[in-house]
């Protein structure tokens, strides 16, 4: 279950007056940890823990337009292939929950994000999308359900629908592992961007396979940053020997913010 889970507004008198919705979505600075897992019934799932970060992030506002059919979108910029297609899936899922006939509309996307860096920004702009959609029909979506609709638009994403608590999740099923806590250690990050700063397709990166000695190496680097999280002092760094996908083109170093 995805925490802090909320309940629909129910406002019905919104349904034909207020056609017009915005959502807002913040965005990371990549995986603090990133890898394959076991799941509580012991099978394999690639997970990841999600750096967060304040500041830049993805706008949307979407106005409905019904009598049109669904597939007549307007979008602006008219390149967010992945914010479009969250479009459509969340009017379908808000116009089932208030039993009107889907529709189509206009979608414009605004933010501050670098793109194609690995800081999250096509997640950014789904969850802004899918949190415009649903203001739009006066409804305010639960976390597990921004979750689905974000992996069925992108195949994967991360966390950025849930609240400041650190989790293991599964970015390619839209579903949390483990809670680790409360919050991350304190922590200064550096970051720079690598190669000219030229963007990365992450999903169209190589997956690497596997093996039990992996997974066995990955569940240690849970159990260290459990523990790091349950006692607020910050795990021991590492370098892995390759990007892993989802990584996107950027390096970061991480230390302790206290002496």
């Given at each position: 279950m ?26 990371h600075h ?14 394999r799932?690639?997970?990841l ?8 992030g993805s706008r949307?506002?979407f106005t409905?337009r019904?009598?049109t059919?669904p597939?007549?979108l307007?979008?602006l910029p008219?390149?967010?292939t992945?914010a479009?297609r969250a479009a459509?899936?969340a009017v379908e899922?808000?116009?089932r ?5 889907p ?9 501050d ?6 800081m ?5 702009d ?5 949190r415009?959609?649903?203001d739009?029909?006066?409804?305010l ?6 979750a689905r609709?974000?992996v069925?638009a ?7 629908m849930l609240?400041?608590?650190p989790?293991?999740f599964?970015?390619?099923e ?6 680790l ?6 922590l200064?990050?550096?970051?720079c ?8 397709d992450?999903?169209?990166l ?7 000695t992996?997974?066995?190496a990955?569940e240690r680097?849970?159990t260290?940053l459990r523990r790091?999280?349950?006692t607020?002092t ?8 390759r990007p892993?996908?989802?990584?996107g083109n ?5 230390r302790?913010s206290?002496?």
């Amino acid at each position: 279950m995805i925490p802090a889970a909320r309940r629909a507004l129910p406002d019905a008198d919104r349904r034909g007056a207020d056609r017009r919705g915005a959502g807002h979505a913040s965005c990371h600075h990549g995986e603090i940890l990133q890898g394959v897992f076991l799941d509580a019934a012991g099978r394999r799932c690639a997970g990841l823990v999600t750096l967060p970060m304040s500041g830049p992030g993805s706008r949307a506002e979407f106005t409905r337009r019904p009598g049109t059919p669904p597939e007549q979108l307007a979008v602006l910029p008219g390149d967010r292939t992945k914010a479009a297609r969250a479009a459509v899936l969340a009017v379908e899922e808000c116009a089932r929950r208030r039993r009107e006939t889907p529709c189509g509309g206009e979608l414009r996307i605004t933010g501050d994000i670098p793109v194609g860096l690995g800081m999250g920004s096509s997640t950014s702009d789904v969850i802004a999308v899918v949190r415009a959609v649903a203001d739009s029909y006066g409804l305010l979506l639960s976390p597990d359900a921004v979750a689905r609709l974000a992996v069925r638009a992108e195949l994967a994403c991360d966390p950025l629908m849930l609240d400041a608590r650190p989790v293991l999740f599964a970015q390619r099923e839209g579903r949390v592992l483990e809670v680790l806590g409360r919050r991350l250690p304190p922590l200064v990050v550096v970051g720079c961007a690598l190669g000219g700063g030229a963007p990365v397709d992450t999903l169209a990166l190589p997956a690497r396979v596997h093996d039990d000695t992996d997974v066995r190496a990955f569940e240690r680097l849970r159990t260290l940053l459990r523990r790091a999280v349950a006692t607020g002092t910050p795990p021991c760094s590492a370098r892995s020997r390759r990007p892993a996908p989802g990584a996107g083109n950027r390096s970061c170093a991480t230390r302790s913010s206290t002496p």
